[in-house]
């Protein structure tokens, strides 16, 4: 099985950041699953979100 990081992807903390924050923020049933979920980001060439 090919891993994320073989398709172009790269764990993204700023991804993470913002995730956590909509977690605490509308969903706190999630809270535990914080620290098991995992944030990727691949570069398209367009710009976006600084990682």
């Known amino acids: 099985m090919e ?3 073989d398709l172009g ?3 993204s ?3 993470r950041e ?3 924050e909509l977690i605490d923020d509308h969903h706190p ?3 535990d699953a914080k620290e098991l ?3 990727y980001v691949r570069d398209d060439g367009g710009g976006g979100l600084d990682r």
């Open 13 to 15: 903390p700023r991804i």
């Open 3 to 5: 891993e994320v990081t």
């Open 9 to 11: 992807y790269e764990k």
């Open 18 to 20: 913002i995730a956590e």
């Open 29 to 31: 049933h999630l809270k």
């Open 37 to 39: 979920l995992e944030y």
